[in-house]
Every structure is written in structure tokens, then in C-alpha cells.
């Protein structure tokens, strides 16, 4: 059991990512993913062996 | 100094916060592999030990475009950074690697600017925090 690890994704918000097509948050232990739609030009998100249990539409 | 005295617990721990974990000219050197840091371009930092100091001043002073103003890949991957406010405005920047570090937040109300400054990246590496940097 690790003890500190990423957990959420607060601040990512604040940052201007237009540009952003690629985001690696495996193995850590996200239980939501919020924030994310500023990201407009994503098209690689890995977030595999995190701690989600739904994602909402 | 070699007075015989032992040093005791706490002056051990005021060594390790003055010397480790900080990006010394030797390191950076043979990491810029021949470059200097305003042409260097990719930038591997990886597996150096780097932490967050007590002093964010350290790190501010280095990761921002007035000392690498033409990086545009960046690679902290295995170091022991726990916060993402050790940078500067880099606008060339297009790649960070922060896997493998110790961060556990990405905004602390103490500095609400973090990642503001990097508004060109690409692409952002971030798994693997905490449990392979012990």
C-alpha cells in the first residue's frame, strides 16, 4: 500500500492543455477523473490500474 | 570536523536536506551531454534524485525559458518530486515526463500557478507515482 500517490486531479483544471493529445496517469489512484474536457485535443489518455469505478457520461 | 564527537541524528538529517536531491553542476553536465542548457533540447533528468525542496526557489530558477529556453523534452521520470511547482513559463516544452516521482497533489493552495506556464506540452507522463520511488 503506497502512501502517497496521486489520488485526484485538481489543479489540472487551471492550466491552459489545448495542445495536449497524449496523458499517461497509470498506476496511480485516481477514483474519478474530472477536469478532463478542457482537454480538446486528447486523443491518448491511459489511466489503467487507477481506483475508477464508473466514468459518467 | 574530526573531533572525535559522533554526529547526532538530527545534524544527519540537516546534511540530507542541504545536499540531496539537489540538481548540482556535475549532474547537469553530464546529463546535458554536450550541450549547454540554452541549446539543449531533450533534457534526461531521469533517476537523479531529485525531491522538492524546502526552498522552491531551487528548482523555479532552473525549469523556466530564461535558462532552457529552446527544451522541448523534459524526462524527471524516477526522481522523488512531490509537487508539480517546480516550473517555470517553458513554451517550447512539448513533452514532460513525471512518472515514477512522489506527487501526490497537482495544485496546493499555496501556488495556484503550477503547469500555467507550460501551455505548449503535448504530452504529459504521470503514472507510477509513489510506488516504484521509495
Known sequence: MSFNCLKDLNGIQYANLSRLTMLKLNNNELSKIEFLDNLKNLKDLDLSCNKIRQIDQ | ?134
Open chain 2, 1 to 134: 570536523m574530526l573531533d572525535g564527537i559522533s554526529i547526532d541524528i538530527n545534524e544527519q538529517i540537516m546534511a540530507k536536506d542541504i545536499f540531496t536531491g539537489r540538481l548540482t553542476e556535475e549532474i547537469l553536465l553530464q546529463r546535458l551531454d554536450g550541450f549547454t542548457p540554452q541549446t539543449v533540447q531533450d533534457l534526461d533528468l531521469s533517476g537523479c534524485s531529485l525531491r522538492s525542496l524546502p526552498n522552491p526557489r531551487d528548482f523555479d530558477d532552473i525549469f523556466n525559458d530564461s535558462y532552457f529556453p529552446n527544451l522541448r523534452q523534459l524526462n524527471l521520470n524516477k526522481n522523488m518530486f512531490q509537487n508539480v511547482k517546480i516550473f517555470g513559463e517553458m513554451k517550447k516544452l512539448e513533452t514532460l515526463i513525471l512518472s515514477q516521482n512522489k506527487i501526490e497533489l497537482l495544485y496546493t493552495t499555496s501556488n495556484a500557478d503550477q503547469l500555467l506556464g507550460l501551455n505548449g506540452l503535448q504530452v504529459i507522463n504521470l503514472s507510477r507515482t509513489s510506488k516504484y520511488s521509495t
